[in-house]
Nanobody, 124 residues
């Protein structure tokens, strides 16, 4: 069983930056694919980014490519999401998630473990 806890959300003006962190416990962190997904009010949960178990490969939604960077530090069981050039449409609850299979997927249903979420609000 993997427990996940996000931090780092908040309110920022358009064009600003935020860094989200997600600490994992209760499992072997280096054996899971990690992802960030988000859900805006009235919308479906959507994929944002994912990173392979050893951090060697990363994947992004087209909407965040070039602005967001996912990374992980297996020594401290933490995954990060650096968000730059934020836009109002990035406003959402951001969830950290873990997938047991080593194959990266971009659908919420593919992830078995979830954090409680952290709110990101970008004002125009």
């Amino acid at each position: 069983q993997v427990q996940l806890g996000e931090s780092g959300g908040g309110m920022v003006q358009a064009g600003g930056s935020l860094r989200l962190s997600c600490a994992a416990s209760g499992g072997t962190f280096s054996s899971v694919v990690m992802g960030w997904l988000r859900q805006a009010p009235g919308k479906e949960r959507e994929f944002v980014a994912a990173i392979t178990r050893n951090g060697g490969s990363t994947y992004y939604a087209d909407s965040v490519k070039g602005r967001f960077t996912i990374s992980r530090d297996n020594a401290v069981n933490t995954v990060y999401l650096q968000m730059n050039s934020l836009k109002p449409e990035d406003t959402a609850v951001y969830y950290c998630s873990a997938r047991l299979s080593p194959i990266v997927r971009d659908t919420p249903q593919a992830y078995q473990y979830w954090g409680q979420g952290t709110q990101v609000t970008v004002s125009s």
